[in-house]
């Protein structure tokens, strides 16, 4: 019987390059080339510290295998091989004949296949990976204003890059790379950041070619200083765009629930104006729960107060608000359960979900209880929703 192998692989398509993993990886078994993020088979010990820290999934994905796949294999791929059947793993014998144990695996390597964050069926194909760390694309600063209070101790800027005739194509809902000059004290070339843009499709301003960012400046933070202390007229070195899932339906029916903390407003903010350009006013079209500490620290805070609710149902919750109580995303999902609850029968809602890493265990929950409350499981309903490309989260 041929011997079987489990291999960690990462999805080509999902990953967004946002090196993570590479990072988090404690026997630099994490390795990348100009196009992917690839594990080396002979090193990869399935410790799994990778796996949680992994924004997209991408990095969740196993196969069985008679011959591991090398690192070469792994980083010309654009996708990832399907499981190898089952009878060409063992020379002379059917599954029947199957060690138990490699049985175990290929159904281990299975698993999980229903529950990874799909692209919505009727969204926009995107393009990825066009422009690599060895061949960036080259972006000019068109603007950089701050989005929060002067004086507040959160300085988050709206960046406007422009990339004035080289085609970069983005959707809403993808990411581009930033490469910060310099190298590491290790002397390697500094590793692009990853911020999603927050501009739709057609531009900040419709057919200029420019895109733009939300970032918040974080101290001792090498490329939020970089990016937050940029000029107009400065460049960029721009990797991307990334990201073939977390994107938006073009079906003008479609009902969007958005759930972000500070700036994972970015992708919500790129929706909006995408659905606002196309669809217009809808109402109940759009709802989005949106936390930060204060008013002076919620970017977009005075435009998103002018806008109409027909557009956009607009819940903004504070959790530093002087005498008043801390209130999260997920407390203010249960004021709203009611409506929620509804959202949540409707097979024309999408939900995102994006922000700090830590909101994802309350937003979890507090779904499971709304459903609940109406004689649904959770469970169930977030793998149909995953299955059909209707439930997204995107956390650092
Ligand atoms: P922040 O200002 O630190 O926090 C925003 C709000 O979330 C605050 O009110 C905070 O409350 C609250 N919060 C803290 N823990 C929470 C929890 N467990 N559940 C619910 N709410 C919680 O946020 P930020 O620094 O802007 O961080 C945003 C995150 O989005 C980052 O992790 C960033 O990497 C990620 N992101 C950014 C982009 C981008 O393009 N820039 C895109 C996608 C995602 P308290 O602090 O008062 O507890």
New binding site residues.
């Given amino acids: 019987m041929t011997q079987a192998l489990k291999q960690h692989l990462i999805d080509p398509e999902i990953c967004i390059r946002c090196h993570t993993c590479e990072m988090t990886c404690p026997i630099g078994a994490i390795q990348h080339n100009d196009d992917n993020v690839v594990v080396d088979p002979d090193a990869c010990n399935f410790c799994m510290d990778c796996i949680p820290v992994c924004p997209t999934g991408s990095i969740d994905e196993w196969r069985v295998v008679a011959q591991h796949y090398s690192l070469d294999d792994q980083f010309g791929w654009e996708e990832l091989p399907e499981q190898e059947a089952i009878n060409t793993l063992s020379s002379d014998a059917g599954a029947e004949a199957m060690d138990p144990v490699v049985v175990a695996l290929l159904n281990e390597a299975h698993k999980g296949a229903g529950g990874k964050s799909r692209a919505p069926k009727s969204a926009a194909k995107p393009a990825i990976n066009m422009y690599t760390i060895k061949a960036p694309a080259t972006a000019t600063v068109q603007g950089n204003f701050r989005l929060t209070a002067e004086g507040s101790d959160?300085d988050?800027r709206h960046i406007i890059l422009n990339f004035e005739g080289q085609t970069f194509p983005v959707l809403e809902g993808q990411t581009i790379g930033i490469i910060p000059p310099g190298s590491n004290t290790a002397g390697n070339a500094n590793l692009p950041r990853l911020?999603?843009v927050?501009s739709p499709r057609d531009g900040e301003r419709p057919n200029f070619g420019n895109v733009s960012?939300?970032?918040?400046r974080e101290t001792h933070g090498l490329a939020s200083n970089f990016i937050c202390d940029l000029q107009a007229g400065d460049t960029v070195q721009v990797t991307g765009p990334f990201g073939s899932t977390f994107l938006l339906p073009e079906d003008p029916d479609a009902r969007l629930l958005m759930i972000c903390?500070?700036?994972?407003s970015?992708?919500m903010r790129a929706f909006t104006m995408r659905r606002e350009r196309i669809v217009g006013k809808k109402p109940g079209g759009m709802t989005m729960i949106f936390?930060?500490?204060a008013p002076e620290?919620l970017p977009y805070f005075g435009p998103l107060k002018k806008l109409p609710v027909d557009l956009l149902q607009t819940h903004m919750v504070?959790?530093?608000l002087p005498g008043t109580p801390?209130e999260?995303?997920?407390d203010r999902m249960m004021v709203e359960r009611k409506s929620i609850a509804e959202l949540l029968t409707d097979n024309k809602t999408y939900i995102y979900v994006?922000?700090?890493?830590?909101?994802e265990e309350?937003v979890e929950k507090t779904f499971n209880s709304i459903a609940e409350s109406v004689g649904t499981s959770w469970a169930e309903l977030r793998d149909t929703m995953l299955e059909q490309g209707r439930y997204h989260v995107?956390?650092?």
């Fill in positions: 959160t988050t911020y999603s927050s960012l939300t970032v918040k903390t500070g700036t994972g970015a992708p936390g930060a500490r620290e504070f959790s530093r801390k999260y995303v997920q994006c922000g700090l890493r830590g909101m309350g995107e956390t650092y």
